[in-house]
């Protein structure tokens, strides 16, 4: 989200319409880097609620997971979406 965000940011500043691939491209790479750094935490956070047994194991996992996960590719989508925009009409 921090890279997509901060690249769309600029191009819009500078009023440059990047490609699909372009703009589209750095949502890929936030999913990327957020499902890779979900992976490496997983562990960790799985061996804590392992042992644990009853609802609130699935309303942790929606927090750590899927909640964080549509914050960054919505955020993402937007941003990749607004640099795409075009006034032309």
Same mark, same amino acid.
């Given at each position: 989200m /921090? =890279? *997509?965000r901060t /690249?769309?940011?600029?191009?819009?500043?500078?009023?440059?319409?990047?490609?699909?691939?372009?703009?589209? +491209? =750095?949502?890929?790479i936030?999913a990327?880097l957020?499902f890779?750094?979900? +992976?490496?935490?997983?562990p =960790?956070i $799985?061996g +804590? =609620?392992? &042992?644990?047994? +009853?609802?609130?194991?699935? &309303?942790?996992?929606?927090?750590?997971?899927?909640?964080? $996960?549509q914050?960054?590719l /919505?955020?993402?989508?937007?941003?990749a &979406?607004? *640099?795409r925009w075009s006034d032309?009409?």
């Amino acid at each position: 989200m /921090i =890279l *997509s965000r901060t /690249i769309a940011r600029r191009r819009v500043a500078a009023g440059i319409r990047p490609s699909w691939f372009e703009a589209w +491209g =750095l949502v890929m790479i936030d999913a990327v880097l957020f499902f890779t750094i979900a +992976g490496l935490s997983a562990p =960790l956070i $799985m061996g +804590g =609620l392992a &042992a644990s047994q +009853g609802a609130w194991v699935y &309303a942790a996992l929606f927090a750590i997971y899927f909640v964080p $996960m549509q914050i960054v590719l /919505i955020t993402s989508a937007m941003w990749a &979406a607004k *640099s795409r925009w075009s006034d032309e009409g």
